[in-house]
C-alpha cells in the first residue's frame, strides 16, 4: 500500500466554501461530517440509554420497591433496549461506516451524499419522539424491546403510535444507510480492488447492508401490524378477530435475529482489521473470513424461532431450529480461530485498540457459548426469560459489539482527529471497562440459571447480593464511559501530532492519506492496490 | 465520480435495492396469510381449519383408547359462563361422540358470541374431526338465557400411536359488535 503515499494532497475547501456554524453540520453532504455526527449522536444515546440502565441497577440493587414504579421500570427496560440496539450500536456502526467506507476502498465520499444527510438528520427526530413519549399521560413504552403482542396492543399506553412512528423512522433511517453503503461499495471501489480484495470492515458491512435491506422492511411492517391493531381495529395478532399473538413473534424475530448479526458483524470487520495490525502478522484466513461472515448472514435467516421455544412449537420444529441456531457456531468459530490463528507467534503490542480486540474475542466468545446452550430447546426451558439470557446479549452486545466500537475508536482517532489519543487514560478506560463489564454481566448467568426472571422490578430475597454485585458493577460500568468521554475530548482538542500511520503494523488506504484525514480524500482514485489490507 | 467502465450504474442498483424492501415490507404481511396456509395445512400451533367433516363412516379402532379433554374460557372482559358438560372423554378412534357444551348470558342485553378451537398436542389437531360443532356459528343469546351447544366428533383412527391425550380448548369471544345477520336474527320478536 505504501505505494499510493503521498498522492493525497489537502484538498481542504477549494471545491466547497464549507458553511461554517450549524448549517455545515445542518446540510454537510460530507462523509466525514455525517460519520462524526453518526457517532457522536450514537454517545449521546449511549449515555442516555445507559443512564436509563442506571435507573434498572438502582431498582434492583436491593429487593423490594424503592426508587421507581415497576410500570415506569418497564419503560426503562424497553426504552434502554430500544435506544441502545437502534440509537447506539446502530448508528455507531453507520457512522464508522461513513467514516471508514469511502476511505477503505479510496472513494472521495459516498456514493449518495444528499440521501446520506437525510438518513442522519432523521434519527434525532425518531429519538426525540421515543423519548418525549416517556413523558405523555401514561408512560411511554412498556412492553419490552420485542413488544409483544397483546403487550403492545391491547395492553399498552395511549403513546404506543409514537413509539410506532419511531421506529419506522429509525427503520427508513436504516435502510437510505444501507441502499448508500451497498451502492457505494459496489461502485465506488479504487481501480484494483476486487471484491476479494476488500478490507474485511467494508466486508462485513457490505453483508450486514444486505441484511439491513431484507429485514428493516419486515420490522417496519410489524410495528405498522401492532399500529393498525391497536388504533384502527385490526386483528393481525388478536384471536378475537381471527388473528394469533404467536404470529407476532414470528414475524418479530425474522426481524429480530438477523437484527443481532447486523449488530455483530461490523464488529467482526473491526476486530479482523486491528488484530493483524498489533500482531504484526497477515490475517490468518481472509477468504475464509468472507465466507464465514456470509454464512452467519445466511443462516441468521433460519433461526428465528429458537427465541420461541417455549410458545408450543411442534418437536420437530424445535429441533429444526435448534440445529440450525448451533450450526451458526460453526462459521462463527472459523472466525475465532481465524484471529487466534493470527496471533499466533506474532509480535504483539497491547495498545488500546488491541486491547478492546483482544477482550472483544474472548468474552464475545462467552457469549457465543452461552448462545449455545441456550440453542439446546430442552434446557431453553429452563433459562428462557431469566437473567442467564440478560448475561447472554449482553456479553455479545457490550462487550461484543460495543468493544469492538471502542477498539474501533482508538485505533482511528488519531486518523479523525489528527492527535493521539491519552494512552494512559485509554488504558484506564478499557480496565476499568473490562473488570466491571464482567462484575456487572457475569453473575446474572447465575442469577438465570438460579431462576431469576427478567423485566421485573422485585425479586426473591435469595438473588439479594448477586443483584448487589450486578448494580455495583453497572454503576462502576456507567462510570467509567466518562473516561471515554473524557479521552475523545481531550483526542479532538488537542495532544501527541499523529503521523499518517500512528499503528506500525497496521495498511490499508484509510493510512496513506495524512492525519487529520482532509476534508477530501481520494478525489482521484488511488493507484497500485493489489491485496487486501489484512493480507499485507 | 462518475460509475467506471463495466460496473452498473448507481440508479439500476438503488431501483432494484428499493423494490427489495418494497419487496420485504410486502413479505412482512404476506406473512400473515402464508402462517395461516402453514398451520392449517401442518396443524402447528394447535390451529385447524374449523370447516365441518364429513360424517364418521371410519371403521373404530377399540384397541386404542384416547382421552379427549375440554377446556373452556371467555375472554377478557367477555361476561358470560361457559363449560363443557363434561371435562372429559375416553373414546374409541373412529369413534363418534356428541359433547354438550353450556353457555348463559347474565348481563341484561342480548348478545352473540363466538368460540374459537385450539387443540393440543398441535399434531392432535389433523385427525379430529367435528361433525358438528357450535363454533362453527356465531351463538346468539338472549338477555338472562343459557343454552346447551353440541359438538360432535370423532377422531380419526390414523391418529399417531403415541397421541393418548387430546386437550380441546374452546375460547368465547363477544361478537356482538361483529354479529352476522342469522345471528341477529334470532333476537327478532316473533310476529304474532
Known amino acids: 500500500m505504501s505505494t499510493v503515499v503521498g498522492e493525497m494532497d489537502q484538498h481542504d475547501d477549494h471545491h ?5 456554524g450549524l448549517t455545515r453540520w445542518l446540510f454537510t453532504t460530507n462523509h466525514k461530517d455525517i460519520g462524526s455526527m453518526y457517532l ?59 467514516w471508514m467506507i469511502p476511505m477503505m476502498i ?33 408512560g411511554g413504552p412498556a412492553f419490552g424491546w420485542t413488544f409483544y403482542a397483546p403487550l403492545s396492543t391491547t395492553y ?66 410489524a410495528v405498522t401490524m401492532v399500529l393498525t391493531d391497536k388504533y384502527f381495529g385490526t386483528s393481525f395478532f388478536d384471536a378475537a378477530g381471527g388473528g394469533d399473538p404467536v404470529m407476532f413473534q414470528h414475524i418479530f424475530w425474522f426481524f429480530g435475529h438477523p437484527e443481532v448479526y447486523i449488530m455483530i458483524l461490523p464488529s467482526f470487520g473491526i476486530v479482523s482489521a486491528i488484530i493483524p495490525a498489533f500482531a504484526r502478522k497477515p490475517l490468518f484466513g481472509y477468504a475464509s473470513m468472507v465466507y464465514a461472515t456470509a454464512a452467519i448472514a445466511g443462516l441468521s435467516f433460519l433461526v428465528w424461532a429458537h427465541h420461541m421455544f417455549t410458545t408450543g412449537m411442534p418437536v ?50 462467552i457469549g457465543g457459548f452461552s448462545g449455545l446452550m441456550l440453542a439446546i430447546t430442552p434446557v431453553d426451558f429452563q433459562y428462557h426469560d431469566t437473567y442467564f439470557v440478560v448475561a447472554h446479549f449482553h456479553y455479545v452486545l457490550v462487550s461484543g459489539a460495543i468493544f469492538s466500537i471502542m477498539a474501533a475508536a482508538y485505533y482511528w482517532l488519531p486518523k479523525w482527529t489528527g492527535h493521539m489519543y491519552d494512552e494512559g487514560l485509554a488504558k484506564l478506560h478499557f480496565w476499568a471497562s473490562l473488570i466491571s463489564v464482567n462484575v456487572l454481566f457475569f453473575p446474572m448467568h447465575f442469577a438465570g440459571l438460579a431462576g431469576m426472571p427478567r423485566r421485573i422490578p422485585d425479586y426473591s430475597l435469595q438473588f439479594a447480593d448477586i443483584n448487589q454485585i450486578v448494580s455495583i458493577g453497572g454503576f462502576a460500568f456507567g462510570l467509567s464511559q466518562l473516561i471515554f468521554l473524557w479521552v475523545v475530548i481531550k483526542c479532538v482538542k488537542g495532544g501527541e501530532k499523529a503521523p499518517a500511520k500512528p499503528w506500525e503494523g497496521a495498511d490499508g488506504l484509510e493510512w496513506t492519506v495524512p492525519s487529520p484525514a482532509p476534508y477530501h480524500t481520494f478525489d482521484t482514485p488511488p493507484k497500485g492496490f493489489d491485496k487486501p489490507p489484512e493480507v499485507k | 465520480m462518475s460509475a467506471q467502465q463495466g460496473k452498473p450504474d448507481n440508479t439500476r442498483i438503488i431501483r432494484r435495492l428499493l423494490l427489495t424492501v418494497i419487496g420485504m415490507f410486502a413479505f412482512g404481511f404476506a406473512l400473515v396469510p402464508l402462517y395461516d396456509v402453514f398451520c392449517d395445512i401442518t396443524g402447528f400451533n394447535g390451529r385447524f381449519t374449523d370447516g365441518q367433516a364429513a360424517a364418521n363412516t371410519k371403521a373404530v379402532d377399540t384397541s386404542r383408547t384416547v382421552n379427549v379433554q375440554f377446556i373452556t374460557r371467555v375472554n377478557q372482559g367477555m361476561p358470560w359462563g361457559f363449560e363443557p358438560e363434561v371435562r372429559s372423554v375416553r373414546i374409541h378412534p373412529g369413534e363418534t361422540k356428541v359433547v354438550n357444551f353450556l353457555a348463559n348470558n347474565p348481563t341484561g342485553s342480548d348478545m352473540v358470541a363466538q368460540a374459537i378451537p385450539s387443540v393440543a398436542p398441535g399434531e392432535a389437531s389433523l385427525y379430529l374431526n367435528k361433525v358438528e360443532c357450535f363454533c362453527f356459528n356465531q351463538q346468539p343469546l338472549a338477555a338472562g338465557t343459557k343454552t346447551a351447544m353440541p359438538m360432535q366428533f370423532y377422531l380419526d383412527p390414523e391418529i399417531p400411536d403415541h397421541i393418548h391425550t387430546v386437550t380441546l380448548s374452546y375460547t368465547m369471544y363477544d361478537m356482538t359488535e361483529n354479529a352476522t345477520p342469522d345471528a341477529l336474527a334470532a333476537f327478532v320478536q316473533p310476529a304474532n
Open chain 1, 40 to 98: 457522536w449522536f450514537s454517545f449521546i444515546m449511549f449515555l442516555v440509554g445507559g443512564s436509563m440502565a442506571m435507573v434498572i441497577r438502582a431498582e434492583l440493587f436491593q429487593p423490594g420497591l424503592q426508587l421507581v414504579d415497576p410500570h415506569f421500570f418497564n419503560q426503562m427496560t424497553t426504552v434502554h433496549g430500544l435506544i441502545m440496539v437502534f440509537g447506539a450500536v446502530m448508528p455507531a456502526f453507520t457512522g464508522l461506516a461513513n
Open chain 1, 106 to 138: 479510496g472513494a472521495p465520499d459516498m456514493a449518495l451524499p444528499r440521501m446520506n444527510n437525510w438518513s442522519f438528520w432523521i434519527l434525532p427526530f425518531a429519538f426525540a419522539i421515543l423519548l418525549a413519549s416517556l413523558f405523555m399521560e401514561g
Open chain 1, 16 to 20: 466547497h466554501h464549507a458553511p461554517s
Open chain 1, 316 to 365: 420437530f420444529a424445535e429441533l429444526f431450529f435448534m440445529y440450525c441456531t448451533m450450526l451458526i457456531s460453526v462459521p462463527t468459530g472459523v472466525k475465532v480461530f481465524n484471529w487466534v490463528a493470527t496471533m499466533w507467534r506474532g509480535s504483539i503490542t497491547f495498545e488500546t485498540p488491541m486491547l478492546f480486540a483482544l477482550a472483544f474475542v474472548i468474552l464475545f466468545t
Open chain 1, 156 to 221: 399498552s399506553s395511549d403513546s404506543t403510535a409514537l413509539f410506532v412512528f419511531s421506529v419506522h423512522i429509525m427503520g427508513i433511517s436504516s435502510i437510505m444507510g444501507a441502499i448508500n453503503v451497498i451502492v457505494t461499495i459496489m461502485n465506488m471501489r479504487a481501480p484494483g480492488m476486487t471484491y476479494m480484495k476488500m478490507p474485511l470492515f467494508v466486508w462485513s458491512w457490505f453483508i450486514t447492508a444486505f441484511l439491513l435491506i431484507a429485514v428493516m422492511p419486515v420490522l417496519a411492517g
